[in-house]
């Protein structure tokens, strides 16, 4: 496990650290560094997770998963957080099936220039996402305009807004407290051997 802070393995937790660790684990039958952390607090592990899936893994969103991962991961490059990029991108090269593709996105947002491959309503979205994270009280009416014209509606609008939302907290959580992926399996779907 790796973190600045101690992080309570299961082993050692209390009934209710117990419970909260069955509703953090991954498909891969583990916890993440970025949830075990919250291992002191079970309640933020928690609310942690009720945001996470709602921002991200809810039915009702419409913006396919691969750019929801996408821009998850630019937030992730803007905010010099490798832990959520390992992860993140791993998802979103994998939901592309395109490493080509792939590897055009993965150093167009390493170079901060999303517009060197991506178009329409996937560019701006990384353009807002970019604004979100890095001027945040900066942001316009003229913003979400941008991203109407682009095609996105309100819905979509908000969808993207909760994920940049999102991963600005967890980079931040997983910065702050030196969260490594020592331990973690990297990325959602499981590899195929």
Known sequence: MGAWIHMVPDAEAST???DALAGARTPHGTVDNVLRVHSLRPNTMRGHMKIYKAALHDEGNTIPMWLQETVSSYVSVLNKCEYSLANHWANARH??????????????????????????????????AEKLTLQPADMIEADVIALRQAGLDDGQILEAN???????????????????TEGD?????????
């Not at 999303?114 to 979205?125: Q, S, T």
């Not at 991963?167 to 969260?179: A, D, E, P, Q, T």
């Open 162 to 180: 909760q994920i940049i939302c999102y991963f600005n907290f967890v980079n931040r959580s997983i910065n702050g407290l030196g969260v490594t």
């Open 185 to 193: 399996i990297v990325g959602y779907y499981a590899k195929e051997d």
């Open 16 to 18: 209710d650290l117990l």
């Open 95 to 128: 939901l592309m099936g395109d490493d080509a593709k792939a590897d055009a996105i993965e150093a167009a947002m390493d170079a901060r220039r999303p517009e060197d491959v991506l178009e329409g309503r996937e560019l701006a979205l990384m353009r807002y």
